[in-house]
């Protein structure tokens, strides 16, 4: 009985463990410094933003809401959560976007294999339309 409980508590530490070092891999999100710094080649006009908001219907609203706001219908099953999008706008560099949408982290895919840079850049200018 006491090998019994010696070995479900050393299952329990471990556990914490894991966890605790995964919430702190997954708390501040901030792109690399040269990243964050890269400029959108993309002018932030209306067809930009126009080509950025059917990118995000198809790849984002499911998890991030139509509107941006981390609300979509997957987002509860999401780890971590996904952000307010339009909380982010005007507060994040276009570079550190461009970074996140490229790399993603946790149950939020990279794009960099699926998407034209292009495309990444139109759905950053997307993004920053959101701006309340």
Not at 11 to 34: E, F, N, R, Y
Request: net charge positive; glycine share 12%.
């Amino acid at each position: 009985m006491t090998t019994l409980r010696c070995g479900l508590a050393g299952m329990m530490l471990i556990a914490t463990i894991a966890v605790s070092l995964a919430v702190c891999a997954h708390g501040d999100w901030k792109a690399p410094q040269k990243a964050a710094g890269r400029k959108n080649p993309m002018a932030r006009d209306e067809a930009s933003i126009g080509r950025g908001k059917e990118l995000y219907r198809i790849h984002c609203g499911e998890c991030h809401g139509d509107s941006g706001r981390g609300d979509g219908p997957k987002a509860n099953r999401m780890w971590p959560r996904p952000p307010d999008l339009a909380q982010m706008a005007g507060h994040h560099k276009d570079g550190d976007l461009a970074w996140k949408i490229e790399t993603g982290r946790g149950d939020m895919p990279g794009f960099k294999k699926k998407l034209k840079s292009e495309e990444i850049w139109d759905l950053v200018n997307c993004m920053q339309s959101l701006k309340p």
